[in-house]
C-alpha cells in the first residue's frame, strides 16, 4: 500500500478532526467510537493511531476546532444565533459548549477534554466580556458568566424537551432574560 503524503496526511487529519467535532457534538463523547468517527471520515480505522495518541486526544482536539467555528459580530447576534431553533436542531453544528457539557461533567478532572471545555468556556467569557463595553472588569465578567449559563442552558433544556412550542417557549424566555441584561451592562451607570 503506498504512503501518503505530508500534505494528505494532514487532510485527512483534519478531516477526521472535523468529522469527530461533529459526530461528538451530535451524540456525545461515549455516543460515537473511533471506528465511527474514522468511517464518517472515509478513512481507515487503522490510520487513526498514527495521527492521534488516543480519542481523548482526538476528542479534545476536535472541540478546540469546533469551539473556533463560533463567530459572533456582536452580542446581538450572538444571543440570536445561539438562541435560534436551528441551534438547537443541529447540534453537531453547533456550540460544542452546549453539546457536550452534561458528559464532560461526567469526565475526570484531569481529562484533556475537560481541561480544553473549561479553557473554552473561559475563552467565550472572556469573548463576551470584551463586547461588553461599560461596567467594571469584574462586572463585565460577572454578566457574561450569567448570560452564558442563560444561553447553554437554554440551549441544553431545549435539545431535551420532545414539545416544539416548549422548546420555543424556552428559546423565547432566554431571548427575553439575556439580551435586557446584556444591554443594561451597555447603558452607561
Not at 481529562?111 to 463586547?131: E, H, K, N, W, Y
Not at 416548549?166 to 447603558?187: G, H, K, N, Y
Request: charged share 25%; glycine share 8%; hydrophobic share 45%.
Amino acid at each position: 500500500m503506498p504512503r501518503v503524503s505530508q500534505e494528505q496526511a494532514k487532510l485527512n487529519r483534519q478531516r477526521v478532526v472535523e468529522t469527530a467535532a461533529m459526530l461528538l457534538r451530535e451524540r456525545g463523547l461515549h455516543g460515537v467510537g473511533v471506528a465511527d468517527i474514522m468511517k464518517a471520515a472515509g478513512l481507515t480505522h487503522g490510520g487513526f493511531y498514527g495521527q492521534f495518541e488516543n480519542k481523548d486526544a482526538l476528542a479534545a482536539e476536535a472541540f478546540d476546532w469546533a469551539l473556533q467555528q463560533n463567530g459572533y459580530e456582536g452580542l446581538q447576534a450572538l444571543v440570536s444565533m445561539y438562541l435560534d431553533a436551528r441551534h438547537v436542531d443541529a447540534p453537531g453544528f453547533g456550540c460544542p459548549i452546549a453539546a457536550l457539557a452534561n458528559d464532560v461533567t461526567r469526565e475526570d478532572a484531569a481529562s484533556p477534554i475537560r481541561q480544553r471545555f473549561t479553557q473554552g468556556l473561559r475563552g467565550m467569557a472572556d469573548m463576551v466580556g470584551r463586547l461588553l463595553p461599560d461596567g467594571s472588569a469584574e462586572r463585565r465578567r460577572r454578566q457574561a458568566l450569567a448570560s452564558i449559563s442563560t444561553l447553554v442552558g437554554a440551549v441544553t433544556l431545549a435539545r431535551a424537551v420532545n414539545d416544539p412550542a416548549l422548546r420555543d417557549e424556552l428559546l423565547e424566555a432566554a431571548r427575553s432574560a439575556a439580551l435586557p441584561a446584556i444591554l443594561e451592562v451597555q447603558t452607561p451607570q
